[in-house]
T-cell receptor, first 108, second 114 residues
């Protein structure tokens, strides 16, 4: 069983809409969670991290963590074509475990 | 900018040859990591370091060795490259002095083994 699961997509949303990206993890001991954005041919870039249950907002991005249900989500408000990328979720227990990523396409 | 430089950025070599990838950081971070990224597998940890001469294995360490003789440099060596090691390799650092801090990645090395 994969320890961090993401739907590979592509997830297509129209420009200006909210994109919702989801991630589930298997190890209940995981303490910290990270979202990275990766453009094609580029390296992963940290967008947000969250440690506590609830929501954490940063500009157009909101990370949501529900430890009881073992899922993490990333909401992108007012999606732009420049948000089109692969989004990687990572969970940290003793080491980072990455999901395989969800490809997001924002349609102009 | 986390001050991470990977070299070379691209390399093509033949099966059976040794290959060394270099990761250089300028901000005195304690923790450094080597990952490989392959379609369908995501990022997988090869080896990591928690200080000079202190290294440990990750989940896909077979066929790879590492060395860290200086804080700023973390080397990944493929002793005898195989085609299965064709991949994109990323170096990463953890912010601060703890491994539970966010990681930041270098620009990657695209390695092709023919």
């Amino acid at each position: 069983q994969k320890e961090v699961e993401q739907n590979s997509g592509p997830l297509s949303v129209p420009e200006g809409a909210i994109a919702s990206l989801n991630c589930t993890y298997s190890d209940r001991g995981s303490q910290s969670f990270f979202w990275y954005r990766q453009y094609s041919g580029k390296s992963p870039e940290l967008i947000m991290f969250i440690y506590s249950n609830g929501d954490k907002e940063d500009g157009r991005f909101t990370a949501q963590l529900n430890k009881a249900s073992q899922y993490v989500s990333l909401l992108i408000r007012d999606s732009q074509p420049s948000d089109s990328a692969t989004y990687l979720c990572a969970a940290l227990l003793y080491k980072y475990i990455f999901g395989t990523g969800t490809r997001l396409k924002v349609l102009a | 900018d986390a001050g991470i430089t990977q070299s070379p950025r691209h390399k093509v070599t033949e099966t059976g040859t040794p290959v060394t990838l270099r990761c250089h950081q300028t901000e005195n971070h304690r923790y450094m990591y080597w990952y490989r990224q392959d379609p369908g597998h995501g990022l997988r940890l090869i080896h990591y370091s928690y200080g000079v001469k202190d290294t440990d294995k990750g989940e896909v360490s077979d066929g790879y060795s590492v060395s860290r003789s200086k804080t700023e440099d973390f080397l990944l060596t493929l002793e005898s490259a195989t085609s299965s090691q064709t991949s994109v390799y990323f170096c990463a650092i953890s912010e601060g002095r703890n491994s539970n801090q966010p990681q930041h990645f270098g620009d990657g090395t695209r390695l092709s083994i023919l």
